[in-house]
Structures are given as C-alpha cells and as structure tokens.
C-alpha cells in the first residue's frame, strides 16, 4: 500500500490535514479543552486531569505542539503549555472560507 502523496495539495489543505490529524485523538481534544479554561497549565496538572499515564499525556502534549496547536515553555523542572492562538485561527478560517449556510437543508435528506 502506497503513501498519501501531500503535493498534489495546496500548503494550505496540508497545513489544516496536519491539524486535524493532531486533534484526531479524544485526550488530546481533552488536553485542547482543559487549556483554554486553564488557560496555562504545568505538564502534571494536565495528568491529574485526565485518566491517563504520564508517558501518554506527555505524547499527547508532543503531538499538539508538534502540530503548532499548543506552546511550551521550560519553568525550572516543568513544562508549562498554553494554546497558540495563531493556529486555532486557521482552523476558524478555514471554516469561514468554506462559505456553507449549515443551517440550509441538505441536498442529502
């Protein structure tokens, strides 16, 4: 089986296919929710949250930030993440662009 060739693609659809691929897990979703109540939090915070080992959680947060989704910063011994807001602007854009009134019936019913 053969890979997904991404340059057939615009930048911009590969750059929105990376984020969505790092939002594709339901605890990273979970990590994304409890950093915008928090607002910033340390690494152990984040694993108190969540049902989850601390190995996984700190997978989860490299994928995120990998991805742009989330920012680190180093505090003596910790971690501290916070959302990027530049690339959850993206991904409100991309949805402005697409144009589509949700609200019309769909052709599908």
């Known amino acids: 089986m053969g890979t997904t060739n991404t340059t057939h693609y ?43 080992a601390q190995p996984t959680v700190s997978q989860h947060l490299k994928e995120l930030k990998n991805a742009g989704l989330i920012q680190g910063t180093i505090e003596g011994t910790s971690v501290c993440y916070c959302i990027n807001p530049e690339y959850f602007q993206l991904i409100e854009l991309y949805f402005q662009s697409l144009d589509y009134n949700f609200s019309e019936d769909l052709c599908c019913d």
């Open 10 to 52: 615009t930048e911009r659809q590969n750059t929105i296919s990376l984020l969505f691929k790092a939002l594709g897990h339901p605890a990273r979703i979970a990590i994304i929710e409890y950093l915008v109540k928090m607002r910033s939090c340390v690494t152990g915070e984040i694993v108190k949250e969540l049902p989850l």
